[in-house]
């Protein structure tokens, strides 16, 4: 797929979203966005893509289903299993040590998808227990996709997506049977707390403990990756912990981040020299 509508598409979805589009994506683009062009009553994606670049302002909730259709929502229960294991055998304990005074712990799960993984994050600090007892959790789960949200926030999974990385006991412990499917406990529910948020644009409010922001950047160019993990680098705590992707990385990239030694993925803020030069 080439030419002046799908060129203009590319830019639409990059500014909005940092997803970088190339010519031999078009598949992809035909395959994401059939369904849209059927609903809207056209022959096909070409069609759309025509309508996205004529109709001016009057398209932008059409083009912002369009950039949601984009995205990528491949997630699973402790995906990649190694930051969650540092997440509760390293950072948590540190974090329960440095927070004795204000017994607080804030999470920010960036590009949550549907949810899997705030959740894995939550049977975590649930598991840790009197360590924990009345201290204040918050997760904050984050997506662009406002229907992708809407299905974490229902809590709700096959049977298939449960037995992609729950073991039984944890899924009898934290889940409950509901007609085909499992739903998130309300215990557990209610350490989440979900909220529509793009990664380009301003950080959210506060300071977090822990950021998870993994296999997102990937699909950025440098310049907004850059804007990304600086913004990140100011909402997180000076002894916070960054979790990315594992084929992700800061280096050549910012000097606001520096890789915590023997942690794959694990980022900490780098020093006060080091940040300044960012």
């Excluded at 830019?11 to 031999?24: A, E, F, I, W």
């Excluded at 899924?171 to 529509?196: N, T």
């Excluded at 990239?253 to 520096?258: C, G, I, S």
Aim: net charge positive; charged share 25%; aromatic share 8%.
């Amino acid at each position: 797929m080439t030419g002046p509508d799908f060129e203009h598409f590319c830019r639409l979805v990059k500014d909005r979203s940092g997803l970088v589009l190339t010519p031999h994506k078009g598949y992809l683009v035909e395959s994401r966005l059939s369904a849209l062009a059927r609903a809207e009553g056209l022959a096909g994606v070409p069609q759309l893509l025509e309508r996205l670049r004529l109709g001016g302002a009057s398209m932008e909730p059409l083009l912002l289903r369009c950039v949601e259709a984009m995205a990528t929502h491949e997630s699973f229960f402790f995906r990649d299993g190694t930051p969650f294991n540092l997440l509760a055998g390293r950072v948590l304990p540190q974090l329960v040590e440095a927070r004795a005074a204000t017994r607080t712990v804030r999470i920010w799960c960036a590009a949550c998808s549907s949810g899997q993984e705030p959740y894995s994050i939550a049977i975590l600090l649930k598991e840790m227990g009197a360590q924990l007892a009345g201290w204040r959790l918050e997760i904050v789960a984050t997506d662009m996709s406002r229907p992708i949200l809407k299905k974490a926030e229902e809590g709700f999974y096959s049977d298939f997506e449960v037995r992609r990385g729950l073991t039984d006991a944890r899924r009898d412990r934290w889940f409950v049977r509901d007609g085909h499917g499992w739903r998130v406990s309300p215990e557990l529910r209610s350490l989440v707390s979900f909220r529509p948020h793009n990664l380009l644009s301003d950080s959210l409010p506060g300071t977090f403990d822990v950021v998870f922001c993994r296999n997102v950047l990937i699909y950025f160019d440098v310049d907004q990756k850059r804007a990304v993990l600086q913004r990140m680098a100011r909402t997180l705590a000076e002894d916070g912990g960054l979790f990315l992707g594992s084929a992700e990385t800061v280096l050549g990239v910012t000097d606001a981040f520096e890789l915590t030694p023997g942690a794959a993925g694990l980022f900490r803020r780098a020093s006060a020299k080091a940040a300044r030069s960012a």
